[in-house]
């Protein structure tokens, strides 16, 4: 099938990690009941992207057709039927065991899970019939509103296990009769009675028609079967043959060692050839062994069967077997004559030292020991012993390691000394010694593979040297055995236990784990990537940097105190979550600790819901103080622009008359300055409290920033070295130029004051684009006007409060700490951002995040005509609720050559048109008890639509005027009212043109 165009990056999606399996990426799963991965629902994606990460192999039968999917692992499982089986109908693809499997897949389909542990089926899956065993799962699938959709499926091939047992079922089958066989020939009186015993138990165990043996002569071919067993009804085959009667086959193998195996006489052996010969005495299969002695055939032993018959493998390795072991029996007779009087001297010699005697027969299975090696096994003297007693009697924890160096003694191709100390325990007095044995096998080289007939050697008693050591272990011993009746104890609650959501694990005082429930390997598994087992040091189990921390806890527990903490442990590879884990001591019954245990919550989501709680309403608090701060500084600089209008506007007009002579003039100058300095210092209250009235237009920051090269570089000093860097094809910003000139004259005065011993002050400029909302800063277009510097930078605590009004770290008398919060509240007033990075010893980065302009930049020609040819003298219609700014700027515009009619409200003001006031001109506060001036020009405009008007504000809130509105900021002088009357005509012709809709 080819892969669907696009289906593979989609996929991907459904992965949480690990390679996406090919087979599962190359399905058109378009054309499957499923349809393309894009549209499977969220339960189908997690179940099928938790079974593709698994190990274990599973499938996934899901829809209305039951459409298969399935992970790596069980692709073996289908054999030949993979990849074709992906994306379709469980019942298509497992047609040859659907009448097996479909009533286990309705009972999970009903909501009823079901589990094998040898489940039989004869599978198709490779081409044949084959006997299959499985260890299965069939569990319900649900969807997003819990409703069975299908059917998962977990599947662990057992096969190999049963067959594996059959195998061994087999063997202890064999064994047994080899045993019997061992005892029929220990017991016969001689080599023929010996040699008939065998025949007869292999007849029957082959259930064959006859078993006989013979001896060949010298020549190679003359041969004499003297006795044989033969079944009711047939008749012998003893006798006297030639061997090449019974053909060339027959006689080759024979002659040369191999095991002769017919299966049909008729089929295999023509008439001339063996054939007749064979049927000549019955027999139309058999299976024929020869014995080769110094390089010629010395006898053979035969089973015959009457009728063709298919020999199995093992059955003619146990004719081979037990032949082997008639002859080995034979063999051993004539030396045994030899060896009982080497035997008696060693014995005798033996008797009379302090060293015991052992001898192990392996062809008859028999062990020798006289009394003194009886005693080491706690056996009487006249008592018989067998191997099962050496074995026996041997203590448990010795017994793998001692019969290790028995085997390596005994075996042909190591022949390795037999020196081992071991602890017997007394067969009849239960006392425990210890043995230091030595010895060495003997083997029998005369035949194609060399055996060991026999190990004999010596055994003497340590057990003085070693009583010591053995106390000190029965104490351990005795200790273990508390801590194992305790673990007894503890395990009658793990069914409590293993239900508990919790990991909890129990260890004993050597940190190894001694109980644990479900969820405690579930959870490791998770985090560690492996399983714990019982007997686990749980501290080695973790990476190195988490282990001592785990082995400090478990001890502090151990010492017997109780206490929770809160510690990260996992692998990195798979997540390091916060643990909140509880330790208790494990006591014994005299109030001793024998151990502990802990219970552990995952409380990740649980600390991470908590800290981004906690920087929430640390943002919170920041903006309310913030706010809070905002508003207090904007009602505290309305006030001050009240109360300087008529300050500065009447040291203005005393100023222009000339009052008073030059002493007079200097301090009604001084007067001034100082006035000025004031109301600079509203405007940055203004700004910070983002009330600065503004003319927002589009600015060209490229030529602003570069107008003020000059002007900072003069400014910060010839230590400083000033680097502009304008992006090209900047885009035109949404600003107020006069406003940020002033806030990046202000940071590059707060980046010379930073910067003690010179440095580097850099004035960047480029377009961004916010895919997303970040902060205060929301999506959109944006100029980025960085300023940054190379000074000492400022800590965190100073980072918090650097926009805070009045705040500053220059000392007194040197700064007025508005310069931050001016430009903080004009970009914030603007719709953009002010973000500071800083770090001691590095510098300050100052970024002004301006929104794009929609419209471009146009020149702004100077209004330079005087007054009194832009504007009629006519009636000025003035409303002020404060008396003093009412009375100076009267003044003003009375010098402007207007009559003055004053009004204290916007009610007033109306009554007095309503009167039959004609104004000429309104000038007009804009906030003001009832009705404000904006709402005061509507109303007026309605009525007089040709009526010029200039709205009067202390901070001109821009929500309230609309932006095409002409406004003067308090405090004013006569020249700055002026030159807004002035603009008046330009702004009534606009009106005209466009029409005057106030917001």
């Known amino acids: 099938m080819e892969p669907a165009s696009g289906e593979t990056n989609k996929a991907s999606a459904l992965i949480a990690s690990g390679e996406f399996p090919a087979f599962v990426r190359d399905c058109v799963w378009s054309d499957t009941p499923l349809g393309p991965m894009s549209s499977w629902p969220p339960a189908l994606r997690t179940t099928v992207e938790l079974m593709l990460a698994s190990r274990q192999a599973m499938c996934l039968a899901w829809g209305p057709e039951l459409t298969l999917i399935y992970n790596d692992a069980y692709a073996p499982v289908l ?73 998962l499926n977990v599947a662990t091939e057992m096969t190999g296990k049963v067959q594996i047992e059959a195998a061994l079922r087999a063997s202890e089958a064999r064994l047994r009769f080899l045993s019997e066989l061992d005892e029929a020939l220990r017991s016969s009186r001689d080599a023929p009675a010996a040699m008939l015993a065998a025949a007869e138990l292999l007849a029957l165990r082959l259930g064959a028609t006859r078993c006989a043996y013979a001896d060949v002569d010298p020549d190679n071919d003359r041969f004499v079967i003297r006795n044989d067993f033969s079944a009711p009804g047939v008749a012998t085959s003893a006798g006297t043959y030639r061997l090449d009667l019974f053909g060339s086959r027959a006689s080759a193998d024979m002659r040369h060692g191999r095991t002769l195996v017919v299966a049909d006489v008729s089929e295999e052996l023509a008439p001339e050839d063996g054939r007749d ?58 030396s045994e004559a030899r060896l009982r009087e080497s035997e008696e001297r060693l014995r005798l010699s033996v008797e009379h030292a302090e060293i015991g005697f052992w001898d192990v027969d392996l062809v008859r299975n028999e062990l020798i020991w006289p009394p003194r090696t009886k005693a080491l096994f706690g056996i009487s003297p006249d008592v018989p012993v067998t191997m099962a007693d050496f074995y026996g009697g041997l203590h448990p924890d010795d017994r793998d390691i001692t019969s290790e160096a028995f085997a390596a003694s005994a075996d042909p191709a190591r022949r390795a000394v037999y020196d081992v100390e071991y602890r017997t325990i007394g067969k009849e007095d239960g006392v425990v010694r210890w043995v230091a044995a030595k010895g060495r096998g003997v083997f029998d080289d005369t035949r194609d593979e060399a055996r060991c007939i026999r190990v004999a050697g010596t055994a003497v008693d340590i057990s003085a040297r070693k009583r010591a050591e ?164 904007g009602g505290v600089a309305h006030d001050f622009n009240n109360l300087l209008t008529p300050i500065v506007g009447s040291l203005d007009l005393l100023q222009r008359r000339g009052v008073g002579g030059e002493r007079e003039q200097r301090l009604i100058a001084g007067a001034i300055q100082s006035a000025e300095r004031a109301k600079t210092l509203v405007q940055r209250l203004l700004a910070f409290a983002r009330r600065q009235p503004l003319q927002p237009v589009p600015v060209d920051v490229a030529a602003l920033v570069n107008g003020m090269a000059d002007l900072l570089s003069s400014t910060t000093g010839p230590q400083v070295r000033v680097v502009v860097n304008i992006a090209e094809d900047l885009p035109p910003a949404k600003a107020d130029p006069n406003q940020l000139e002033m806030a990046l004259l202000n940071l590059g005065v707060n980046a010379r004051d930073a910067m003690l011993d010179g440095g580097t002050l850099r004035i960047t400029a480029t377009r961004e684009s916010m895919r997303q909302s970040r902060g205060d800063l929301r999506r959109g277009q944006y100029v980025r006007l960085s300023v940054a510097d190379t000074g000492v930078g400022m800590d965190e605590a100073t980072l918090a409060r650097a926009v805070e009004p009045f705040f500053s770290t220059k000392g007194i008398g040197k700064g007025t700490g508005l310069g931050l919060s001016m430009a903080h509240g004009l970009v914030a007033q603007l719709g953009g951002a002010l973000t500071i990075e800083s770090q001691l010893g590095v510098g300050t980065n100052v970024e002004l995040w301006l929104p794009v302009s929609p419209n471009i930049v146009t020149a702004t020609e100077a209004l330079a005509a005087p007054l009194a040819s832009l504007v009629e003298r006519g009636l000025a219609l003035l409303v002020d609720d404060e008396e003093v700014v009412r009375a100076s700027t009267a003044d003003m515009l009375e010098e402007l050559g207007y009559r003055v009619q004053e009004a204290s409200s916007a009610e007033a003001a109306l009554a ?88």
């Open 79 to 151: 054999g030949l039927k993979h990849p074709a089986a992906i994306g379709r109908p469980i019942q298509q693809v497992w047609s040859d065991v659907w009448a097996d499997i479909e009533p286990m897949i309705r009972h999970a389909l009903s909501g009823q899970a079901v589990w094998f542990e040898e489940l039989h089926l004869v599978m198709e899956r490779n081409g044949y019939p084959e006997d299959t065993w499985w260890q299965v799962s069939y569990s319900p699938a649900r969807d997003d509103e819990g409703r069975i959709v299908g059917m």
């Open 277 to 334: 010969m064979f049927q000549s005495i019955g027999i139309n299969a058999v299976v024929c062994c020869p014995l080769i002695k110094q390089g010629r055939l010395a006898a053979m032993m035969a089973v015959h069967q009457d009728r063709p018959r298919q020999w199995q493998d093992d059955e003619v390795a146990l004719v081979e077997a037990v032949v082997e072991r008639c002859w080995a029996h034979i063999e051993r007779a004539g």
């Open 470 to 633: 053995e106390e000190l272990r029965a104490l351990n011993t005795q200790l273990e055995q508390r801590v194992t009746e305790r673990t007894l104890e503890l395990r009658r609650f793990r069914d409590i236990v293993d239900a508990t959501r919790s990991p909890i694990c129990a260890f004993d005082a050597d940190y190894r784990l001694i109980a644990f429930n479900r969820m405690h390997n579930a959870e490791f598994r998770r985090v560690n990537g492996f399983d714990t087992k019982l007997g686990d040091v749980l501290p080695d189990l973790f990476i190195p940097e988490q282990r001592e921390v785990m082995r400090a806890l478990m001890t502090r527990a151990l010492s017997g105190e109780s206490f929770t903490v809160v510690e990260q442990f996992g692998r990195p590879e798979y997540g390091t979550p916060f643990w909140e884990i509880t330790y208790t001591p494990l006591l014994d019954e005299d109030g001793r600790v024998i151990g502990a245990f802990h219970l552990a919550l995952d409380i990740s989501d649980r600390l991470r819901a908590e800290a981004e709680l906690e920087t929430a309403q640390e943002a919170l608090r920041q903006s309310q103080k913030m706010e809070a701060m905002g508003q207090l500084t």
């Open 912 to 999: 007095l048109v309503a009167e039959g006031a004609r104004p000429d001109l309104l000038v007009t506060d804009h906030l003001m008890p009832g009705m404000t001036g904006v709402d005061l020009a509507r109303v007026l405009k309605e009525r007089l639509p040709d009526l010029p008007v200039l709205i009067v504000s202390g901070y001109a809130d821009a929500e309230g005027i609309a932006p095409d509105l002409p406004r003067l900021t308090k405090p004013f002088r006569s020249a700055e009212l002026a030159a807004s009357v002035m603009g008046l005509t330009i702004y009534a012709g606009a009106s005209k043109t466009h029409g005057f809709t106030p917001t």
